[in-house]
């Protein structure tokens, strides 16, 4: 988690003063409202990664990704933004869609999470989808993202810093507006 935190810090720090960030953390749900609203108070962005915990209190956590891509289009989509140039949403995630459930279909958790990506995409956002370690489902993920090269596979934290950084020389040329989606919790292989 320390190197997650790291490299989504790195990230911030890539922006331009004119950029705005949010942050949005999810696991069984999506914070509400946003950790950070988007805003160019990168400081206050930095304090709400550095926050990000795992939940040890036994409850087990689930992958709601839906949940967190409307979260986050719902923040950018905010008439206070209609000004913004340019509306992006980053999404990392270390599993596959389980949250939110529907009876009798399995495949809900994933179904919910890539009309929340149409949604958000037929609107005007562009989605960056980093895929951390390898319980992802590549080719749903693929199809979340706004564009299949921009989905980006991470077989570990450390590699993250490199995507964010790839990412931030895409978007940053036109002063755009980022939520970024951080999972609160990563697998224990990954400590």
Same mark, same amino acid.
């Given at each position: 988690?320390?190197?997650?935190?790291?490299?989504?810090?790195?990230?911030?720090?890539?922006?331009?003063?004119?950029?705005?960030?949010?942050?949005?953390?999810?696991?069984?749900?999506?914070?509400?409202?946003?950790?950070?609203?988007?805003?160019?108070?990168?400081?206050?962005?930095?304090?709400?990664?550095?926050?990000?915990?795992?939940?040890?209190?036994?409850?087990?956590?689930?992958?709601?990704?839906?949940?967190?891509?409307?979260?986050?289009?719902?923040?950018?989509?905010?008439?206070?933004?209609?000004?913004?140039?340019?509306?992006?949403?980053?999404?990392?995630?270390?599993?596959?869609?389980? /949250?939110?459930?529907? %009876?009798?279909?399995?495949? @809900? #958790?994933?179904?919910? &999470?890539?009309?929340?990506?149409?949604?958000? *995409? $037929?609107?005007?956002?562009?989605?960056?989808?980093?895929?951390?370690?390898?319980?992802?489902?590549?080719?749903?993920?693929? /199809?979340?993202?706004? %564009?299949?090269?921009?989905? @980006? #596979?991470?077989?570990? &934290?450390?590699?993250?810093?490199?995507?964010? *950084? $790839?990412?931030?020389?895409?978007?940053?040329?036109?002063?755009?507006?980022?939520?970024?989606?951080?999972?609160?919790?990563?697998?224990?292989?990954?400590?």
């Amino acid at each position: 988690l320390t190197a997650v935190k790291e490299a989504a810090i790195s990230f911030i720090d890539s922006l331009d003063g004119v950029d705005k960030v949010g942050i949005v953390s999810f696991a069984t749900d999506a914070t509400t409202p946003p950790d950070v609203s988007l805003s160019n108070a990168y400081a206050m962005a930095k304090q709400a990664v550095e926050k990000i915990s795992i939940i040890r209190d036994g409850t087990t956590q689930y992958t709601n990704i839906g949940d967190a891509i409307d979260r986050a289009f719902q923040n950018l989509s905010s008439p206070e933004f209609a000004d913004l140039s340019e509306r992006v949403i980053v999404l990392l995630t270390d599993g596959i869609a389980t /949250k939110p459930e529907k %009876a009798g279909d399995t495949n @809900f #958790p994933l179904v919910y &999470a890539e009309q929340k990506a149409v949604t958000a *995409k $037929e609107s005007g956002a562009l989605l960056y989808v980093i895929g951390l370690g390898d319980e992802v489902n590549a080719e749903s993920l693929k /199809k979340i993202a706004s %564009a299949p090269e921009q989905y @980006f #596979p991470a077989s570990s &934290a450390v590699e993250l810093e490199n995507i964010y *950084k $790839e990412i931030a020389v895409k978007i940053c040329k036109n002063q755009p507006a980022v939520i970024e989606i951080i999972p609160r919790a990563i697998p224990s292989n990954f400590f």
